[in-house]
């Protein structure tokens, strides 16, 4: 059942079945109790899982749950238990389940082989064990790495470069000489390379100055669906090595994104603005252009950020203030309407005592 | 004309000619006014309309515009009336609406048949009269609908389930194992069952954990242009049946949307969020992750919602506060300049009180 | 080096090889300085350029930077000069900033020719040189002027007319009957004539409304990447000539944008609203259904904007307020912790003087 005490089917294809040694053996795990033999069908959420599923307990937090759910096993790192139910000891609970996702509910790949109706343009360097899917276009030029994989209908433009064992999913557009990295994902409908915009005023009437420069997206970073990345005008935009990028961001032109920043659903950072590395930016936030954010700073959801921020800062708000602050104005804007009754009544009070007084 | 007073050219093909009676007949309606058989060739609104046009009353409001209207002919439900002119008395004005515009603007089919550059899979379940067009591509495993029409250049991915009479406009990308309900309209662009943004520290660095759930769409959903919906880590990320999103909507994983939702332009929802039914999001309104909001919660535009909210509320801000307070809170805040004023005022006179009471 | 001081390498291809005097003659301008046989390899910005590149110098603001750059040469109008250095003066700086983009950076053809894999539907009309990218399909009766460009992947939809000289980007999807000028520019991912977001209550359940209507997209108008315009619903929602729209900008049904404007990313404009010409709306703007901003309207970034708006109006804030009154509310509501501490002194000394009164 899901959250909201649905059935739910989300099983990927047959079930498979494993028993909980073999499963035990993929995990490094040991059997802290079970027994060996017993099968398992699927790995599920402590809500939905059933008696021939293995389930998980991350933390204290979890245990409340695990203890009400219906699951046959559990994988647990330390010190977490469940007396007299099946438990696997897993050395680290995140590693293991990325492994029972593998064993339980692979994908399926994205793309395999070279499809008939892929389109490869002249001098395309394909790397050994690259894909491509039905109706991928590759442009003149470009490069695409080992075991990278380029889904259904995704163009990638001449000259572009990418690196290898990237996951390109179907839809994605990546334009003319856009330099990525290896270990990239990008998901469905993103556009990396397309024009920043930028007009300038001749003769009276704003002009559209090409943008020549290109995007480079480091080694590692995931890229959500639907993201717009563009193109610097003659340099390059950058997203550093190990960012994340949730669903529907936008970056600017000339924008610098810091190593391993995190950016949630919605943001967008206006032109030529600096992220340092770390940073971690909540959903719709908007970051305006040419200034420059330190490294490890947070913005909460919304924010709206105008100004340079040093390292380490935590900014709320529109614009975004120091989280501090940005508090104490909360607070004292909820106490404004008893502020103006208070005021009110002052005013009275002195008047009555200046009557007072000019009447003595 | 338009709301410009531009002159328009709107039409979507050779204008259709049909007399009065007989889209009384198609309308289920009667001749209040008007000779049988006048000819009709467009349905328009009543700014556009021209002399052989129809147009509608859709209520009280409608009618001073409708007095001034160029059109020939006007549907009108009980009591709406136009003395003098000619008027179909229709039973029902937006079922009127319907049919009037599938007689004279009726849209070309997304796709018909199935084209030869489409791409199927092995193994796919493909129902009677299911269109695919041209460059689609449909993946292993996958099954379409009776009757389900999937437009140019969209994917499916494999195991993907989409149900009857449903409408897939062209680029849109629909992941693997997705399952989608009959009668669901899905616009351009949009992107199904895409990575839920989930990282999780391992070694003091974040990794990414496989999205392996799916999302469920159930019946009469629509879904505009290029939102983005992610699949659920283990279970599934739902939409309730009759929700209606607008574009650009961002769903992250294992968000659950109720029934009847409306969620307008660019709306964000974070992960695990539970939405009961038939809530409001105007635009723009973001959602943290985690929370839960009652059944027929109403937020107003750019809200950010950070907490629960109870059945029935209507939310406003940012954060969001019940509407009752939001409003307050407002007007203390126009007043705010002005308070600043009246307490300065309040300390001289205090003090020259003071300083009197001094001197005595 | 780019902003962040790594390397970067964005050159588009083959490095070009131009004598100072051939550019100069290019630029229509004249060598103030510098040996007309030196020859230049790249163009680049101030930050970036070596002494092979050609570099520019827009402004006074500018300057500084100029001196410590390491470009070979440098275009510059009136008066700004670099003595010692190469300097060419050109009329226009940025005229001389695109034919500069185009001697050295010229960017490879979105498509070239039509190619075989490209589906053009019944009743097509093609201009004279029209390309079309792989896998671009063309509904029936559509029209696609001289020289425009259709990327890979794009679609456009039956009956849609789209002018010469455009560039439309691989994979953007263009609906039927949709109606595009000359010199229109659309990037990657852009979805034009979606249906309006319009449901009617019929017997107390939403009904969708058919959105018949169309989209007009005047001249020399450019959409950013993964927009989203919608269709009216018997009229045209319509884009005026030279309105620039960045990246996510959405665009409901019936609106009208003037002449000019220019829209920043992830702006949402809701049904029905007119915009007069010339307005600028900064990031994350959202205006509401059915008002009216008039020409040359400015609304800052994020504003939430719920009124109409007179002509020259320049609006800050959720509830977007006249600049003068925005920044008068927000330095209140800085102060307002302040006011709260010194109205509760003020009570305090009130009450020692009323109570000093009693006394005496």
Redesign the interface.
């Known amino acids: 059942m899901?959250?909201?005490g649905?059935p739910?089917?989300?099983r990927?294809?047959a079930p498979k079945r494993r028993r909980l040694a073999e499963v035990a053996k993929a995990l490094e795990a040991t059997i802290l109790r079970g027994d060996p033999d017993m099968e398992l069908t699927d790995?599920?959420?402590l809500?939905?899982a059933g008696p021939t599923d293995i389930s998980f307990v991350a933390n204290q937090k979890a245990l409340a749950l695990a203890e009400k759910s219906r699951a046959g096993a559990f994988a647990a790192p330390e010190p977490m238990d469940l007396p007299g139910r099946p438990v696997l000891r897993v050395p680290?609970i995140?590693?293991a389940?990325?492994r029972l996702?593998?064993i339980?509910?692979p994908?399926?790949p994205v793309a395999s082989g070279i499809?008939p109706?892929a389109?490869i343009g002249e001098g395309v360097d394909l790397g050994p064990g690259a894909a491509l899917?039905?109706?991928a276009?590759v442009?003149?030029?470009a490069a695409i790495g080992r075991a990278t994989v380029i889904?259904?209908?995704s163009?990638i433009?001449?000259?572009a470069r990418i690196g290898h064992s990237c996951l390109i999913?179907?839809?994605v557009?990546i334009?003319?000489?856009v330099?990525i990295g290896d270990r990239v994902?990008i998901?469905?409908?993103a556009?990396i390379g397309?024009?920043g915009?930028k007009?300038?005023?001749?003769?009276g009437?704003?002009?559209?100055?090409?943008q020549?420069?290109?995007v480079?997206i480091e080694d590692d970073v995931?890229i959500?669906?639907?993201c717009?990345i563009?193109r610097?005008?003659?340099?390059?935009t950058?997203i550093g090595a190990?960012a994340?990028l949730?669903?529907?961001v936008?970056i600017?032109h000339?924008v610098?994104i810091?190593r391993?920043c995190?950016l949630?659903?919605?943001v967008?950072i206006?032109g030529?603005t600096?992220l340092g590395d770390g940073c971690i930016l909540a959903?719709?936030v908007?970051v305006?252009d040419n200034i420059r954010i330190g490294n490890g700073v947070q913005f909460g959801?919304?924010a709206?950020v105008?100004d340079d921020a040093p390292d380490g800062a935590v900014l709320l708000?529109?614009?975004a203030r120091p989280i501090a602050e940005f508090l104490?104005?909360?607070?004292?804007?909820?106490?404004?309407?008893d502020?103006?009754k208070?005021?009110r009544q002052?005013?009275k009070?002195?008047e009555q005592?200046?009557g007072?007084?000019q009447k003595a």
């Open positions: 899901d959250a909201s649905n739910v089917e989300h990927t294809s790995f599920a959420t809500g939905s680290e995140w590693e389940v990325c996702v593998g339980f509910r994908a399926p499809d109706t389109r899917g039905p109706n276009v442009g003149n030029g889904g259904a209908g163009t433009g001449d000259g999913y179907p839809g557009h334009l003319h000489n330099q994902i998901h469905s409908g556009v397309s024009d915009f007009f300038e005023l001749v003769g009437r704003p002009k559209k100055i090409p020549a420069g290109t480079i995931e959500g669906a639907n717009t563009d610097a005008f003659l340099d390059a950058r190990g994340k949730d669903n529907l936008h600017a000339n610098q810091g391993g995190m949630a659903g919605q967008g206006a030529s600096v959903g719709q908007g305006r959801a919304k709206g105008k708000g529109i614009p104490r104005v909360q607070a004292a804007l909820r106490r404004t309407p502020l103006l208070r005021v002052l005013e009070r002195l005592l200046e007072g007084g």
